[in-house]
């Protein structure tokens, strides 16, 4: 790149955002990013009202059926979605919306816990339901060998505002579900199972974990968007579980530990928002 051109390594195939945290998300046709990601990913949480801890998949022995609920906005569009615009299907299939009033009498009885929807306090963001600046949950790691804990809970901090668990965007490439699929050629290493936000196909036929490349560098998103490549991302018990109709497998977690360290794409932090769609061309950046 000392030439100062921008490298080309493939283009978006696929966008998701996650409107309630550790529920089933929507597949965007496009979508609009500012500092804090995609927006309205990851806008709501359900908040445990026993011990205000934040509800997430990683703990499936607490919380074992988020992934039976979908959420997605009624409406769509470049501006910040309304958390009253949130619309939760449940697992028998009755859809809510963030408006109504009795909408956590009707989620706690969906989860069997007393629960709050809640909104991540962002600026600018617009909300109609409490906001909660700093949260904690809570983690179990599977007994695998080669994770940092095994067949234990344990607890973790929230970024300050948000309900991300780390970075604000997720990137994956098509190379790495195929590449851990030639490991393990009976598991389903299918896109959903890892919850990105932007989906790549590489450019160039590639046998390995091309994302990891791009640890420590800009990448061009389309005409506008510019992205800090910032780590790897670790992988947890939540790509081991049932949704749909993909089956729990825990060999999906064992695979990546055994061959990247648990890592299944990368994260990133925005330099540069706008709107990015499928089929935008993606670049590592010469500035």
């Known amino acids: ?26 597949e965007l046709k496009a979508a609009r990013l500012s500092d804090h990601g995609l927006l309205g990913d990851r806008a709501c949480a359900l908040i445990d009202r026993s011990d205000g801890k934040v ?5 499936p022995r607490k919380w074992p059926t988020l992934f039976a609920f979908a959420a997605s906005f009624i409406e769509r569009s470049d501006s910040s979605p309304q958390v009253s615009a949130v619309r939760i299907r449940l697992p028998d299939g009755t859809v809510v919306t963030g408006d109504r009033s009795d909408v956590n009498q009707i989620l706690s009885k ?16 617009a909300r109609s339901a409490p906001a909660f600046p700093t949260a904690k949950s809570e983690e179990y790691w599977p007994d695998i060998d080669g994770l940092d804990h095994r067949d234990v809970v344990t607890d973790f ?14 990137l994956l490439t098509t190379a790495t579900l195929d590449r851990l699929g ?13 919850r990105p936000n932007i989906v790549v ?16 560098h800009t990448l061009a998103v389309g005409d506008e968007v510019r992205l800090n490549v910032s780590g790897p991302c670790g992988r947890c018990v939540m790509t081991t579980l049932a949704q749909g109709d993909l089956p729990m497998d825990s060999g999906i977690l064992r695979t990546a530990v055994q ?3 648990a890592n299944v794409g990368v994260y990133a932090t925005v330099l540069r928002g706008g709107t990015i769609r499928c089929g935008d061309r993606v670049r590592l950046s010469a500035v």
């Open 259 to 261: 061959h990247n360290r």
């Open 1 to 26: 790149m000392s030439d100062g051109t921008d490298t080309g390594v493939g283009a978006v195939v696929s966008l998701w955002r996650y409107p309630v945290k550790s529920m089933i998300g929507e």
């Open 157 to 170: 901090e929230l970024p300050t505002g948000t309900f991300f668990d780390c970075a604000t965007v997720h």
């Open 110 to 125: 969906a989860v069997n816990r007393e629960v709050t929807l809640a909104a991540a306090e962002r600026g600018g963001e």
């Open 55 to 59: 509800a997430t998949a990683k703990n």
């Open 201 to 216: 196909k590489p450019a160039e036929p590639t046998q390995g974990f091309v994302e990891d490349s791009w640890i420590g």
């Open 182 to 194: 030639q490991f393990y050629p009976q598991g389903r290493f299918e896109v959903q199972r890892f």
